[in-house]
């Protein structure tokens, strides 16, 4: 959902976007949304959104080894996981990744997780196993309201709530080819609360981003997509925790520049994954260069000991792969840290 506004006029929406691809300025042209995992060997179904975030047909994407697929009338394409380690796909100059896994987790569909809060306006994953690689023939409803499948994988799907899917407690109920699962969230609605008086150009203020549908404190990173026209005074994008309780939220201190369009986006910091981590920093090392190798190794070591060590081994990461040129090595990297 996207909405521009005069500052004279000072009303402020969320932006909500898919959160698995590095972010970049401007706006990539596209964005790439897959599982977070895929199986080896087996069927899986990306999906390519245009910078207006919808799906978009006929896009080529470069999935690896020489191969291309094509998105479809729907804005999705079908391929193979390849065999093991790390599968990358790149389209339109910006790029994502999901972890290989050799076999699904035990137990069946039974065994799904999600995340304990999601956003009512993002696409999020929902993992497990017994799924198809199908979008087709995974079926999500949340609280009833059919969800729809943007990508899928055996082991994990990627889903978006419908707009008219209320905040607050979530069932969550998949059937996939005969398999039935169900899970349980909070589905969060994040929306900015402008300043009261509205600002003028010059003036600074506060504006309240608000989280309905918990009361849970929640992590959240907030970025300003109009810098010049309205800024944040401790940095343009910034991770905040929110004040949990009736009034949830938190407060973003911001100046006026100048009268013009101003936009934002907002997004629940997802749970730190270790392990991921873990998996994404040994297949990088792989391939990275002598002179990186010997960080990356230190980094997982630290890692494995001292997880709690998380932002800094995060901060590392960012510095590496600020320093590393665009392609897989960097993709990795970020993910890496993404995941932490």
């Known amino acids: 959902m996207i909405t521009h506004r005069r500052i004279s ?29 895929l199986l080896a060997s087996s069927p899986a179904t990306i999906a390519i959104l245009g910078s207006d975030g919808h799906l978009a047909p006929g896009v ?27 599968f990358v796909a790149s389209a339109a100059g910006v790029s994502a990744t999901a972890l290989v896994d050799a076999s699904p ?12 809060e999601v956003s009512q306006h993002d696409a999020f994953p929902i993992c497990g196993s017994g799924f198809r690689g199908d979008v087709n023939v995974d079926s999500v409803t949340i609280n009833g ?26 069932k969550i109920e998949i059937d996939a080819g005969g398999s039935h699962a169900t899970a349980s969230t909070a589905l969060v609605a994040l929306d900015f609360v402008p300043p009261n008086p509205p600002l003028l150009p010059g ?8 989280a309905a ?28 925790l929110t004040s949990g309780g009736s009034q949830n939220g938190a407060p973003i201190q911001v100046q006026a ?4 369009d101003f936009s934002f986006h907002a997004r629940i910091v997802a749970p730190p994954n270790p392990d991921d981590a873990l ?4 297949i990088a090392e792989g391939m990275a260069p002598k002179a990186q190798q010997g960080t990356l190794r230190t980094l997982s070591e630290m890692l494995k000991r001292h997880p709690r060590d998380a932002a800094k081994i995060s901060a590392a990461l960012k510095r590496l792969a600020d320093s590393t040129e665009p392609g897989t090595l960097r993709t990795l990297l970020d993910a890496a840290r993404s995941a932490l």
């Open 105 to 116: 987790l035990e137990g069946g569909a039974a065994s799904t997780s999600v995340a304990s």
């Open 257 to 260: 520049i100048r009268s013009g």
């Open 145 to 170: 309201d059919p969800a729809f499948v943007l990508a899928a994988s055996p082991v994990c799907v990627v889903v978006l709530a419908q707009a008219r899917t209320l905040a607050g407690p979530a």
């Open 213 to 240: 549908g918990t009361p849970e404190p929640l992590r959240i990173v907030v970025e300003n997509r109009s810098p010049g026209v309205i800024d944040f005074l401790h940095g343009e994008t910034q991770e905040l």
């Open 203 to 210: 003036l600074k203020g506060k504006l309240f981003v608000r």
């Open 60 to 86: 080529s994407v470069d999935i690896g080894a020489g191969q291309r697929v094509t998105t479809d009338a729907t804005g999705r394409a079908q391929f193979t996981a390849p065999p093991n380690g790390a």
């Open 279 to 282: 998996r994404y920093l040994d």
């Open 9 to 37: 006029i000072v009303s402020l929406a969320l932006i909500a976007v898919v959160s698995f691809v590095r972010a970049q300025s401007p706006a990539p042209a596209v964005s790439i949304v897959m599982p977070p995992h």
